[in-house]
T-cell receptor, first 111, second 114 residues
């Protein structure tokens, strides 16, 4: 069973702090990795994608990938209350068709 | 771009009834994915299509579930007969070239089977 594992949280950080979300995956054939944000009662929204080892930055978000350790992370700098949501980590196989999602980490940013 | 459009938004039905969920892809997208989300099991991939062809339906839980893609822009997911354990939020998502670049999700259908 190919799996993507996340700590369900909740992770609580004060406003302005860095939130660090982590994810591990079991399928070494996974090539592409994604972070989705899901607000309560809403659908998942893609916020970051990463394909190569290292860091990828987009605004306040930084995704990190370490394929040797099978580890993906998301850093959110200057966290805002509007960042409070569930963050889903996902990995996609070589063919690019089968994306498996983790259970998600709930993040609370306290004002 | 109207996004991925799902209907209905909410569906309440009695056990044993047939349920049909509908999804319209984003224009230009050629891959379609049906997911089911519950608190216990998270997001589960049910089936996906590429260029109207079903590629993998191994996630479909039982023969009671079936999915079709009669044309490049539209898909249905049917449950017949429905059971209370089918209660969940059903999402469809679309993308180009498989899932290599991530998905755009529809707003989901919240299904309650009583």
């Amino acid at each position: 069973q190919k799996e993507v594992e996340q700590n369900s949280g909740p992770l609580s950080v004060p406003e302005g702090a860095i939130a660090s979300l982590n994810c591990t995956y079991s399928d070494r054939g996974s090539q592409s990795f994604f972070w989705y944000r899901q607000y309560s009662g809403k659908s998942p929204e893609l916020i970051m994608s990463i394909y190569s080892n290292g860091d990828k930055e987009d605004g306040r978000f930084t995704a990190q990938l370490n394929k040797a350790s099978q580890y993906v992370s998301l850093l959110i700098r200057d966290s805002q209350p509007s960042d409070s949501a569930t963050y889903l980590c996902a990995g996609s196989n070589t063919g690019g068709f089968k994306t498996i999602f983790g259970a998600g980490t709930r993040l609370f940013v306290k004002a | 771009d109207a996004g991925v459009i799902q209907s209905p938004r909410h569906e309440v039905t009695e056990m044993g009834q047939e349920v049909t969920l509908r999804c319209k892809l984003i224009s230009g997208h050629n891959s379609l994915f049906w997911y089911r989300q519950t608190m216990m099991r998270g997001l589960e991939l049910l089936i996906y299509f590429n260029n109207n062809v079903p590629i993998d339906d191994s996630g479909m839980p039982e023969d009671r579930f079936s999915a079709k893609m009669p044309n490049a822009s539209f898909s249905t997911l049917k449950i017949q007969p429905s059971e209370p354990r089918d209660s969940a939020v059903y999402f469809c998502a679309s993308s180009t070239t498989g899932s290599l670049y991530g998905y755009t999700f529809g707003s989901g259908t919240r299904l309650t089977v009583v």
